[in-house]
C-alpha cells in the first residue's frame, strides 16, 4: 500500500524491508546533519575552564544570577558551586559565569568567619542580603488598614511607584 510493505507478524526478509527511497533518505539526513555541523563549527569556541575557589555568578533562578565561589569541577561540563548562605548546588557552564567581584563570605552560623573577611566585605554582603529580603506590605483586612509590622495604623497608603492610594468612601466605617 503507497510502496510500502504492509505490517504481518509472519518473518520478513529484511532485504524486502529496505528499499532504494529509504537508503536514499537516510544518505539525505546524514548529509544534512555534516551541513549542520559545519556552520555550528565555524563560529563555536570553548568555554573557558574555571579553577576551584574563583568567584562566580551563577544564574539562580530565571532571572536572578547569584555570587558564589567554584567549589568543585564536575564531569560533563558541571561544576558544583557554594553560595554565600553555605548551600551548594549544580550547574552546567552555561549557567556559570566568571565575575572579577571580590570573594563571597561563607557564614557557617559560628559567627567568627565575618570577622576575618574584612568590613567593606561584610557590609556589600549585609547589603546584598537586606535586599533579599520581603518588603513589608501594608494588609488590608475586613475593611481596615493594617500593617505587618507591630506599628500603629497607617493613614496614607502609598505603592512602590510612589502613587497615593485612596480608600473610597463607602468602604470607610
Do not use: C
Not at 124 to 143: C, F, N, T
Amino acid at each position: 500500500m503507497f510502496g510500502r510493505r504492509t505490517r504481518t507478524r509472519l518473518p520478513t526478509p529484511i532485504t524486502l524491508l529496505s528499499t532504494p527511497s529509504a537508503r536514499d533518505a537516510q544518505g539525505a539526513l546524514t548529509e544534512a546533519k555534516q551541513r549542520q555541523a559545519a556552520y555550528f563549527i565555524r563560529t563555536a569556541k570553548e568555554r573557558p575552564a574555571l579553577s576551584v575557589g574563583q568567584t562566580v555568578r551563577v544564574r539562580y533562578d530565571n532571572s536572578d544570577w547569584r555570587k558564589a565561589e567554584v567549589a568543585r569541577m564536575l564531569p560533563h561540563r558541571s561544576y558544583e558551586v557554594r553560595f554565600g548562605d553555605g548551600t551548594t548546588r549544580r550547574r552546567t557552564s552555561q549557567h556559570v559565569r566568571f565575575s572579577s567581584e571580590p570573594p563571597i563570605v561563607i557564614r557557617t552560623g559560628k559567627g567568627d568567619d565575618t570577622a576575618a573577611a574584612g568590613p567593606q566585605t561584610v557590609a556589600k554582603d549585609a547589603a546584598a542580603l537586606a535586599d533579599q529580603q520581603p518588603r513589608r506590605r501594608r494588609v488590608r483586612q475586613h475593611g481596615k488598614q493594617q500593617a505587618t509590622s507591630s506599628s500603629a495604623t497607617p493613614v496614607t497608603i502609598h505603592v512602590r511607584s510612589g502613587r497615593l492610594v485612596k480608600a473610597l468612601a463607602r468602604y470607610k466605617d
